[in-house]
């Protein structure tokens, strides 16, 4: 499995407090991601990152907020959590997104998931 | 809207049955690949396609991408209680050679065998 851990595992939380998410790499892959799974939605992309310092939005970026000061950090953070938020978080890192480049088949790896609660 | 769209969202079939999921966008995608995840997991590779027309297996399981770059589906031959999970499809949208951060991945389609 590539070096892929995120904490916390498990978070319950109240509404309104900030929470943050860390996804931390030992793989140097370029690439990372923020997915949110809920039942009936399949993956859905909050944000992404292609570089230190370089992020875009996803398709559900509103409420979060990422940051990427080091190329093995990935913090996802929500300023003020809404029970809407309450769902099953992935990190997943890929190597690149350059499809014609030799050996690379831009899979997305996974980490273990993080279960956020908002009450 | 959603960009990558896959049915059947749920199938349950006996152990030994055929099962098949589809995939498709209403835009041509430089690749698709597909995932497997295992009841409480997280998403696992499982192959990427590229080509026009290609087809391609692992054991049991046949992948195929449409001639038209719009659609794909996973085929497994026979099933056994060890493929249970969510099969998910996602594709990069545009034309290959591009550098394209976003990965759309279908909802999925969560696969219930009993024996």
């Known amino acids: 499995d590539a070096g892929i851990t995120q904490s916390p595992r498990h978070k319950v939380t109240e509404t309104g407090t900030p929470v943050t998410l860390r996804c931390h790499q030992t793989e140097n892959h370029r690439y990372m991601y923020w997915y949110r799974q809920d039942p009936g939605h399949g993956l859905r992309l909050i944000h992404y990152?292609?570089?230190?310092?370089?992020?875009d939005k996803g398709e559900v970026s509103d409420g979060y907020s990422v940051s990427r000061s080091k190329t093995e950090d990935f913090l996802l953070t929500l300023e003020s959590a809404t029970s809407s938020q309450t769902s099953v978080y992935f990190c997943a890192i890929s190597e690149s997104t350059i499809l014609h480049r030799r050996g690379n088949t831009g899979e997305l790896f996974f980490g273990e998931g993080s279960r956020l609660t908002v009450l | 809207g959603q960009q990558v769209m896959q049915i059947p969202q749920y199938q349950h079939v006996q152990e030994g049955e055929d099962f098949t999921t589809y995939c498709n966008s209403s835009?041509?995608?430089?690749?698709i690949q597909w995932y497997k995840q295992r009841p409480g997991g997280h998403p696992v590779f499982l192959i990427q396609?590229?080509?026009?027309?290609e087809v391609k297996k692992q054991k049991r399981l046949t992948f195929q991408f449409g001639e038209a770059k719009k659609n794909s589906s996973l085929h497994i031959t026979a099933t056994q209680t060890t493929d249970v999970g969510t099969y998910f499809c996602a594709g990069y949208l545009g034309e290959r050679g591009s550098t394209l951060g976003r990965l759309y991945f279908g909802r999925g389609t969560q696969l219930t065998v009993w024996p």
């Open positions: 835009t041509t995608l430089s690749n």
């Open positions: 396609l590229v080509k026009s027309g």
């Open positions: 990152s292609y570089g230190v310092k370089d992020t």
